[in-house]
């Protein structure tokens, strides 16, 4: 759900933002593959469960990693990416597990 100036279950307009951690967890995802003939191109939108924020749901890419390794409820972490005019774009990457670190 978008942010909204109240909050959608009581309509209290005592809102505030709060800093989320950044970690996030897969509800859903895609695998998009380019057009053939073209650049190659594969991304994999998902459907993230912010888990600072019940019942909150974020769009977003997962970046650097093949698609074949995300699942269902894979931990992921947001980073920053440039675009066009100094803003940045949120991604997230898969979080590091233990046999990662070993």
């Given at each position: 759900?978008?942010?909204?100036?109240?909050?959608?279950?009581?309509?209290?307009?005592?809102?505030?933002?709060?800093?989320?951690?950044?970690?996030?967890?897969?509800?859903?995802?895609?695998?998009?593959?380019?057009?053939?003939?073209?650049?190659?191109?594969?991304?994999v939108?998902?459907?993230?469960?912010?888990?600072?924020?019940?019942?909150a749901?974020?769009?977003?890419?997962?970046?650097?990693?093949?698609?074949?390794?995300?699942?269902?409820?894979?931990?992921?972490?947001?980073?920053?990416?440039?675009?066009?005019?100094?803003?940045?774009?949120?991604?997230?990457?898969?979080?590091?597990?233990?046999?990662?670190?070993?």
């Amino acid at each position: 759900m978008p942010p909204t100036p109240f909050c959608p279950n009581c309509r209290s307009a005592a809102v505030n933002w709060v800093e989320l951690s950044g970690n996030a967890v897969v509800y859903s995802f895609a695998v998009v593959h380019g057009f053939p003939g073209l650049p190659d191109l594969t991304l994999v939108p998902a459907v993230l469960d912010l888990p600072d924020a019940p019942g909150a749901r974020l769009v977003s890419n997962i970046i650097d990693v093949a698609p074949a390794d995300v699942t269902i409820r894979m931990a992921v972490r947001v980073d920053f990416s440039p675009i066009t005019g100094g803003w940045l774009l949120p991604v997230f990457r898969a979080m590091a597990t233990k046999s990662d670190k070993e």
